[in-house]
């Protein structure tokens, strides 16, 4: 304390001699004087109060000191600046950067002459066609209403297309949440589209944009997801192959080394040509084509618009695809492992499918056609023409496909092939069978144009030439299909004809039990005794000759008794009848009183606890959805139709709740980790309706008393009238209702038989059944789709999955049954995917 006070008074001294030097100059500034004079008696009064601060005054005193100070003010700025900063960043820009909306688009610059150069983005060439192109895109949606969303457009890629520039281009857009419909994909589209409308004076597609000549029918735009333009935009992980000589294969092999990475691999080729890929292999696991795939795009951006082709399984058997231009995409999604892909690709030229052919007088002399660039599958573009001619005017020409049906087009596309045939017009498609298509014709002329939007499986058709006023030989009969069955063989019970017309509008056949005539087959070991003497269900694992109305065992050889599978006897010689059959078999855990609170749906009640172990509720995205059945610990069967769009295809949305009675108290929830759908499933007749899903996790073998597999019927199971009957889901009550019950349903339903069926509604395939009442007080609805129609063998055997829930005309409408998916036409085809 002495040396501060020593300080000040060295201090106030200072202001003594200051005050002489002002006291000489009183004369001429008063004022100073006066002041010099107010500061010494201000120190003296200094000297004699102040004392040395304590504590926080002392602290608060050294702060004050103004050095300290301005180091203080500026660490309190920095602080304030960081934390702003920070803020800023969580709440406004990491939250726009979040809020990123991308978009891959493309369109073709027409009547401008594509230059080698613009295959390197690095030319100058590029550079600054590019350039021009982006200014123009960029000034489209700068004057647009969603001017202040938008942030860049990227021309990505300029590739030859007939005769100009096809630009592929990225945009990006940055969108605060409330604001994310303005940008939605069919607005961004028609910003572009109506850009260019503007300027079109003519009926021509080409109109100007700002001096650029665009094609508006080329004009697509695709949402994409961020990773999708993170992976083509900067990315290392983007390789470009190129095929400069036609027909000279370009290898291309992907390893295990480039797992966990997604990876674009750009192939193109010399203008004017097309490109052909060849799979030879690829191993991976199967997947839901979100962790392991191959998706091929007739683009050099991945666009959902232009995809040709995806793989999500492994492939042993070669196979290839054709592009419809001179370039392609390949997206590699692999997850680590060992995993590959082996194949190649080569530049071809564009075939030009068009033939003369002349058929011989003897209709057993056949040639063959094919589908374009056969055996590869066919690309969404291209066409075929074939004209015929027959040695005279009494012979038209036949075509045999295999798996493969021509009908008239109804109000619906032709999604699987355009036909005009004689200027009639039919659709094609994808069936299980082999049909015959007759043309009534001397020299017909069939035209066949692509109608699919990405690569379907080829198609091959034999020709010959038939009599015109007699189709087939007198002594068969001709099939809706346009096949020739016996007429022997006519209602015998069995699908000759591969569409059941040989089996409708039959009248049921006698009871021949002691006559010298063979029992009819519909009697023969059905597991009833139709004949009082018993000889309907005599030497029933007799070997015989195979069909489809009797039992083959795994050793190849069949029997004449039908329902051999697990109905507790050993049937067959290697004892296969009664393997894998822990199925059916129901543990009721608890009793529902169905008298209090029973909720009747299209005549349905209450289930039990444990009496439908194997049904199970599919919701998407959370909402009860679809119903499923339980095959195995890790697979379920439903409906094709519940999977049927875009979005309802992706398993990420699915989850299955198994073990449950009432909605919300599932033992078990497992989400989907894939999707299978049958290849030949039709979204406007539900034929081939049926689907498999595989859970990402299999159910614990401790919940089987609630949790079980249902039988899956061979393809000889016969339902008579001793089965019962159930359809069960938690579907709407009826038709008209707006409120799923919570507790599982259950109605009791009778099979009709397929000729009723058509009555009902016309055409049905033999790939469905109905089942209902006359009355139509019981039947499922909407939200009971995929859900089984469980049948139990009489005595109380098992319950077996006899049909799925497919379609029908309203719900519980009389003489308008439910129309089922018939499991036991796909039995084969379900062992192939879960086995």
Same mark, same amino acid.
């Given at each position: 304390?002495?040396?501060?006070?020593?300080?000040?008074?060295?201090?106030?001294?200072?202001?003594?001699?200051?005050?002489?030097?002002?006291?000489?100059?009183?004369?001429?500034? +008063?004022?100073?004087?006066?002041?010099?004079?107010?500061?010494q008696k201000l120190c003296r009064k200094?000297?004699?109060?102040?004392?040395?601060?304590?504590?926080?005054?002392?602290?608060?005193?050294?702060?004050?000191?103004?050095?300290?100070?301005?180091?203080?003010?500026?660490?309190?700025?920095?602080?304030?600046?960081?934390?702003?900063?920070?803020?800023?960043?969580?709440?406004?820009?990491?939250?726009?950067?979040?809020?990123?909306?991308?978009?891959?688009?493309?369109?073709?610059?027409?009547?401008?002459?594509?230059?080698?150069?613009?295959?390197?983005?690095?030319?100058?060439?590029?550079?600054?066609?590019?350039?021009?192109? =982006?200014?123009?895109?960029?000034?489209?949606?700068?004057?647009?209403?969603?001017?202040?969303?938008?942030?860049?457009?990227?021309?990505?890629?300029?590739?030859?297309?007939?005769?100009?520039?096809?630009?592929?281009?990225?945009?990006?857009?940055?969108?605060?949440?409330?604001?994310?419909?303005?940008?939605?994909?069919?607005?961004?589209?028609?910003?572009?589209?109506?850009?260019?409308?503007?300027?079109?004076?003519?009926?021509?597609?080409?109109?100007?944009?700002?001096?650029?000549?665009?094609?508006?029918?080329?004009?697509?735009?695709?949402?994409?997801?961020?990773?999708?333009?993170?992976?083509?935009?900067?990315?290392?992980?983007?390789?470009?192959?190129?095929?400069?000589?036609?027909?000279?294969?370009?290898?291309?092999?992907?390893?295990?080394?480039?797992?966990?990475?997604?990876?674009?691999?750009?192939?193109?080729?010399?203008?004017?040509?097309?490109?052909?890929?060849?799979?030879?292999?690829?191993?991976?696991?199967?997947?839901?084509?979100?962790? /392991?795939?191959?998706?091929?795009?007739?683009?050099?951006?991945?666009?959902?618009?232009?995809?040709?082709?995806?793989l999500c399984e492994p492939v042993s058997?070669?196979?290839?695809?054709?592009?419809?231009?001179?370039?392609?995409?390949?997206?590699?999604?692999?997850?680590?492992?060992?995993?590959?892909?082996?194949?190649?690709?080569?530049?071809?030229?564009?075939?030009?499918?068009?033939?003369?052919?002349?058929?011989?007088?003897?209709?057993?002399?056949?040639?063959?056609?094919?589908?374009?660039?056969?055996?590869?599958?066919?690309?969404?573009?291209?066409?075929?023409?074939?004209?015929?001619?027959?040695?005279?005017?009494?012979?038209?020409?036949?075509?045999?496909?295999?798996?493969?049906?021509?009908?008239?087009?109804?109000?619906?596309?032709?999604?699987?092939?355009?036909?005009?045939?004689?200027?009639?017009?039919?659709?094609?498609?994808?069936?299980?069978?082999?049909?015959?298509?007759?043309?009534?014709?001397?020299?017909?002329?069939?035209?066949?144009?692509?109608?699919?939007?990405?690569?379907? %499986?080829?198609? =091959?058709?034999?020709?010959?030439?038939?009599?015109?006023? =007699?189709?087939?030989?007198?002594?068969?009969?001709?099939?809706?299909?346009?096949?020739?069955?016996?007429?022997?063989?006519?209602?015998?019970?069995?699908?000759?004809?591969?569409?059941?017309?040989?089996?409708?509008?039959?009248?049921?056949?006698?009871?021949?039990?002691?006559?010298?005539?063979?029992?009819?087959?519909?009697?023969?070991?059905?597991?009833?005794?139709?004949?009082?003497?018993?000889?309907?269900?005599?030497?029933?694992?007799?070997?015989?000759?195979?069909?489809?109305?009797?039992?083959?065992?795994?050793?190849?050889?069949?029997?004449?008794?039908?329902?051999?599978?697990?109905?507790?006897?050993?049937?067959? =010689? /290697?004892?296969?009848?009664?393997?894998?059959?822990?199925?059916?078999?129901?543990?009721?855990?608890?009793?529902?009183? #169905?008298?209090?609170?029973?909720?009747?749906?299209?005549?349905?009640?209450?289930?039990?606890?444990?009496?439908?172990?194997? %049904?199970?509720?599919?919701?998407?995205?959370?909402?009860?959805?679809?119903?499923?059945?339980?095959?195995?610990?890790?697979?379920?069967?439903?409906?094709?139709?519940?999977?049927?769009?875009?979005?309802?295809?992706?398993?990420?949305?699915?989850?299955?709740?198994?073990?449950?009675?009432?909605?919300?108290?599932?033992?078990? +929830?497992?989400?989907?980790?894939?999707?299978?759908?049958?290849?030949?499933?039709?979204?406007?007749?539900?034929?081939?309706?049926?689907?498999?899903?595989?859970?990402?996790?299999?159910?614990?073998?401790?919940?089987?008393?609630?949790?079980?597999?249902?039988?899956?019927?061979?393809?000889?199971?016969?339902?008579?009238?001793?089965?019962?009957?159930?359809?069960?889901?938690?579907?709407?009550?009826?038709?008209?209702?707006?409120?799923?019950? #919570?507790?599982?349903?259950?109605?009791?339903?009778?099979?009709?038989?397929?000729?009723?069926?058509?009555?009902?509604?016309?055409?049905?395939?033999?790939?469905?059944?109905?089942?209902?009442?006359?009355?139509?007080?019981?039947?499922?609805?909407?939200?009971?789709?995929?859900?089984?129609?469980?049948?139990?063998?009489?005595?109380?055997?098992?319950?077996?999955?006899?049909?799925?829930?497919?379609?029908g005309t309203g719900c519980g409408r009389?003489?308008?049954?439910?129309?089922?998916?018939?499991?036991?036409?796909?039995?084969?085809?379900?062992?192939?995917?879960?086995?």
């Open positions: 304390m002495g040396a501060e006070h020593e300080e000040n008074e060295q201090n106030c001294g200072d202001d003594n001699a200051s005050q002489q030097d002002a006291a000489s100059i009183a004369d001429v500034s +008063v004022e100073v004087a006066t002041v010099d004079h107010t500061l200094y000297r004699k109060t102040r004392r040395k601060p304590k504590g926080l005054n002392r602290l608060w005193a050294y702060l004050l000191n103004v050095p300290h100070l301005a180091v203080i003010v500026t660490a309190v700025v920095f602080v304030v600046v960081v934390i702003v900063w920070s803020l800023l960043w969580v709440y406004i820009f990491r939250r726009e950067s979040n809020n990123g909306v991308y978009f891959a688009g493309m369109f073709r610059v027409a009547n401008v002459e594509f230059i080698p150069e613009y295959r390197q983005a690095e030319s100058q060439e590029f550079v600054s066609m590019a350039s021009k192109i =982006q200014h123009v895109v960029s000034n489209v949606y700068k004057m647009s209403s969603v001017a202040r969303l938008y942030k860049q457009a990227v021309i990505s890629d300029l590739s030859n297309n007939k005769g100009g520039v096809l630009v592929h281009f990225w945009m990006v857009f940055v969108v605060p949440q409330l604001k994310s419909p303005a940008v939605c994909e069919e607005c961004i589209g028609a910003i572009f589209r109506d850009s260019v409308h503007i300027s079109m004076m003519n009926r021509s597609s080409v109109g100007y944009l700002l001096g650029l000549p665009v094609d508006i029918d080329s004009i697509l735009i695709n949402a994409v997801q961020r990773s999708d333009y993170s992976s083509g935009a900067g990315s290392q992980c983007v390789e470009n192959l190129y095929a400069n000589l036609p027909g000279a294969s370009v290898p291309l092999n992907v390893f295990s080394s480039w797992g966990g990475v997604s990876c674009l691999v750009k192939l193109t080729a010399v203008p004017g040509s097309l490109i052909r890929l060849t799979v030879t292999s690829f191993l991976i696991e199967p997947s839901d084509c979100v962790s /392991d795939a191959l998706t091929v795009y007739d683009a050099l951006l991945p666009m959902r618009g232009r995809i040709l082709h995806r058997s070669s196979f290839s695809l054709v592009s419809t231009s001179n370039f392609m995409l390949l997206s590699f999604r692999m997850t680590n492992g060992n995993k590959s892909f082996r194949g190649h690709f080569e530049a071809i030229a564009e075939e030009v499918c068009m033939s003369q052919i002349e058929t011989q007088l003897d209709p057993d002399i056949t040639g063959q056609i094919y589908s374009p660039f056969h055996p590869s599958l066919m690309p969404p573009q291209c066409s075929c023409t074939w004209s015929f001619e027959t040695p005279n005017s009494a012979l038209g020409v036949a075509l045999q496909f295999q798996n493969y049906v021509l009908k008239p087009k109804d109000m619906n596309g032709c999604d699987q092939g355009w036909w005009k045939v004689n200027e009639i017009i039919f659709c094609g498609s994808y069936v299980g069978h082999n049909t015959v298509f007759r043309i009534a014709d001397q020299s017909p002329k069939v035209e066949f144009r692509c109608s699919s939007r990405n690569s379907v %499986q080829p198609f =091959q058709a034999s020709y010959s030439s038939y009599n015109i006023s =007699q189709p087939c030989p007198e002594s068969h009969f001709l099939c809706s299909t346009g096949l020739c069955v016996e007429k022997s063989r006519r209602c015998d019970g069995l699908d000759d004809c591969q569409d059941e017309s040989d089996e409708v509008f039959c009248s049921r056949p006698t009871k021949n039990c002691g006559g010298n005539s063979p029992l009819h087959p519909l009697f023969v070991c059905n597991g009833e005794t139709d004949c009082t003497n018993g000889i309907d269900e005599l030497n029933c694992t007799q070997e015989t000759t195979c069909s489809a109305i009797r039992y083959q065992c795994n050793s190849g050889s069949c029997i004449l008794k039908k329902n051999a599978k697990c109905d507790g006897v050993h049937d067959c =010689q /290697d004892r296969s009848d009664e393997a894998d059959c822990a199925c059916g078999r129901p543990s009721l855990v608890r009793k529902v009183d #169905s008298s209090t609170g029973a909720v009747r749906i299209v005549g349905g009640v209450n289930s039990a606890e444990g009496e439908w172990p194997w %049904q199970v509720s599919l919701l998407f995205s959370g909402m009860v959805y679809c119903g499923a059945s339980v095959l195995t610990s890790d697979w379920l069967i439903s409906a094709a139709h519940c999977f049927s769009k875009e979005r309802l295809s992706d398993p990420r949305y699915w989850s299955a709740h198994l073990g449950m009675l009432t909605q919300g108290s599932a033992k078990h +929830v497992a989400d989907i980790q894939r999707i299978v759908v049958h290849e030949y499933y039709n979204m406007h007749t539900f034929d081939y309706d049926i689907a498999l899903l595989q859970l990402k996790r299999p159910w614990p073998p401790s919940l089987s008393p609630l949790i079980q597999p249902v039988c899956l019927p061979p393809a000889s199971h016969t339902v008579t009238d001793s089965h019962r009957c159930w359809v069960t889901g938690w579907g709407y009550r009826s038709e008209d209702d707006k409120v799923l019950p #919570s507790v599982l349903q259950k109605a009791e339903v009778s099979l009709l038989s397929q000729t009723e069926c058509k009555k009902s509604y016309g055409p049905v395939s033999p790939r469905m059944l109905c089942a209902g009442v006359p009355s139509g007080e019981r039947d499922a609805c909407r939200g009971d789709s995929g859900g089984p129609l469980s049948c139990q063998a009489p005595g109380g055997g098992r319950w077996f999955l006899i049909g799925i829930v497919s379609w009389p003489n308008l049954p439910g129309v089922y998916t018939r499991v036991n036409k796909f039995t084969s085809w379900i062992y192939s995917h879960i086995s």
